[in-house]
């Protein structure tokens, strides 16, 4: 694995870095000097892809989107996001993530003309990832058909590292792009890896979807006898976790009497389900410990032992995590 696309644009837009295709309208593409950005701007109800043709149709890999929601022309949509381009069957084919009207919208676009035969398999409500003017988000999208023992393409989208939509998907390679309707937004930095930074397990299906042959999918674990094993993405990277990951924090101190900052270990805990999340030490000068790229949207218990057993461990129960700066 290995990033082969890290533009911030701080130097402009590189020739050839991308292209515009369109159902419709007149669209802009214009380098925000100031921003040291890319700003996108459509007026009309079309697709409006800008797609990085700086980069081959590839069979596997990663993409990260940094945008930002300057304007809604249509007052309600908020309407942009990221789309995978294929060229099969036509020219822009393809799977897109995109925020639409309150929620976070997976869809494909597999018609016999381009921007045609669209199909929408999953709505992910936008709960706090909200994407109204000034809102900025990173979104992710991470995809695999070049998987072993014969197991179908898979692809997962994400938005501020939480899971928004995960399943198989019909193309065989894929070129990203960002996605805007009616609006105007600004790319602030692409990054492309050329397979996935942690690799997807295999999958085995579940259920049917008729588009698409098997469409909903489990690890293949939770077929066996022992059932899922949770291998969090956040100890895996020391970045995210597709169960539990998002964009916030939980920050506190550990002191033992007479007020003293103190190195003890420190667990989190899914409140609605018990779960254990992730474990840490608190500092042994400060006592200060955190937990970071967590769902802002969940409630935690955070609990410290005393490792020399001389207290009783400490509770705090309904713990909300702030946002991450």
């Keep these: 694995m290995a990033l082969i696309l890290d533009e911030s644009f701080d130097a402009g837009i590189p020739s050839a870095f991308a292209t515009l295709a369109q159902s419709g309208g007149s669209p802009s593409v214009t380098y925000n000097a100031t921003e040291k950005a890319v700003d996108l701007d459509t007026t009309s109800g079309n697709q409006t892809i800008w797609e990085l043709t700086t980069l081959a149709s590839s069979v596997k890999g990663e993409f990260e989107l940094d945008l930002q929601m300057i304007s809604d022309h249509s007052g309600q949509y908020n309407h942009a996001g990221i789309w995978m381009s294929s060229a099969n069957p036509v020219a822009n084919s393809g799977t897109r993530l995109a925020h639409h009207t309150g929620n976070w919208d997976y869809w494909d676009w597999f018609g016999a003309s381009p921007f045609t035969g669209n199909t929408n398999y999953q709505v992910f409500p936008q709960g706090s990832l909200t994407f109204s003017a000034g809102d900025r988000r990173t979104l992710r999208c991470v995809w695999d058909s070049d998987m072993s023992a014969g197991q179908h393409q898979y692809l997962s989208f994400l938005v501020d590292d ?6 198989i998907y019909r193309w065989p390679t894929l070129r990203p792009g960002v996605f805007f309707y009616n609006c105007a937004v ?25 588009q698409l042959g098997m469409g909903a999918n489990a690890p293949a674990e939770a077929l066996d006898g022992v059932g899922v094993r949770n291998t969090s993405r956040l100890q895996a990277t020391g970045k995210r976790d597709p169960y539990f990951g998002g964009g916030g924090r ?41 937990f970071t790229h967590i769902d802002s949207t969940q409630t935690y218990t955070v609990i410290s032992f005393d490792y020399t057993q001389a207290y009783r461990a400490v509770i705090a129960d309904r713990v909300i995590p702030e946002l991450m700066p």
């Design 186 to 210: 600004r790319v602030h930095s692409v990054k492309v890896w050329d397979a996935p930074q942690i690799p997807f397990p295999l999958f085995a299906s579940r259920g049917f979807k008729s």
């Design 250 to 290: 939980i920050t506190g101190t550990v002191k033992i009497t007479p007020n003293l900052p103190t190195h003890r270990k420190v667990r989190l805990f899914h409140e609605a389900t018990g779960i254990l999340i992730a474990e840490t030490w608190s500092d042994a000068t400060t006592g200060a410990y955190s």
């Design 162 to 167: 939480v899971t928004a939509f995960s399943g």
